[in-house]
């Protein structure tokens, strides 16, 4: 048993430290955005399957993409804010619940990537300071489910570092939207033809459309707060 908790705490710590080490290489001013154009489909695509192993049955993980598209930015980046993104999701919904990744590119050209649960949903007070460091809605929770308390600091920085805009619905109770809104000049539409080759040559299951999360007030975290 004590062996057991040991290998849990270390596991614990390597998480943490790593997250530290994305915090400050995400913050220095001598790493300079590596940004190249790649298409969205495949990103999409992969966090979604990380997403389904790390939930391990207990939920329904459903991809809806609307609209294919190309992002100029570091994917590996955007792919670590959009698994925190996921992770959360899995960690706060009960199992049996729903978590949905969207993409889509709205009337302005910008691009959209939301993910909305069925979990427990996030109190009003709370949600201006989900992106501090350590900060945490619910502390016995947090421990239960492994997280770190940086998860959503490492998206606020990724964000940042992009010009991108985050945004959080949530209702308690109800589930929560987290979105990640990129600016249209680091979004391009693809021929819907192109997108659907790329996704069958990556991944053989069809995409699954599934209606929005039920509506909630929608408020901002500060992208400042540190």
């Avoid at 991108?164 to 680091?186: Q, Y």
């Avoid at 979004?187 to 069809?206: L, T």
Wanted: glycine share 8%; aromatic share 4%.
């Amino acid at each position: 048993r004590y062996l057991g908790l040991m290998a849990d705490q270390a596991t614990s710590m390597q998480r943490l430290v790593a997250d530290l080490l994305t915090l400050s290489a995400l913050e220095s001013d001598q790493n300079a955005l590596a940004e190249t154009e790649f298409d969205v489909v495949p990103l999409l695509l992969q966090v979604s399957a990380d997403a389904k192993a790390l939930s391990a049955g207990r939920h329904v993980v459903a991809l809806d993409i609307a609209d294919p598209g190309t992002i100029a930015g570091s994917r590996d980046e955007l792919s670590s804010a959009f698994g925190n993104l996921l992770s959360n999701a899995i960690r706060y919904t009960p199992d049996g619940g729903t978590i949905t990744l969207g993409w889509r590119i709205d009337e302005d050209g910008r691009g959209v990537f939301s993910v909305a649960d069925t979990g427990i949903g996030i109190a009003a007070e709370h949600v201006p300071r989900l992106t501090e460091r350590f900060y945490r809605v619910d502390r016995s929770r947090s421990r239960e489910t492994g997280g770190t308390g940086l998860g959503l600091a490492i998206v606020k920085h990724v964000l940042l570092r992009h010009q991108a805009e985050f945004d959080v619905m949530s209702e308690l109770g109800r589930g929560s939207t987290f979105a990640v809104i990129i600016p249209a000049r680091h979004v391009h539409c693809m021929p819907a033809n192109s997108a659907s080759d790329n996704a069958s040559a990556s991944h053989p299951e069809p995409q699954t459309r599934l209606a929005p999360a039920p509506e909630a007030q929608a408020q901002s975290p500060s992208a400042t707060n540190s």
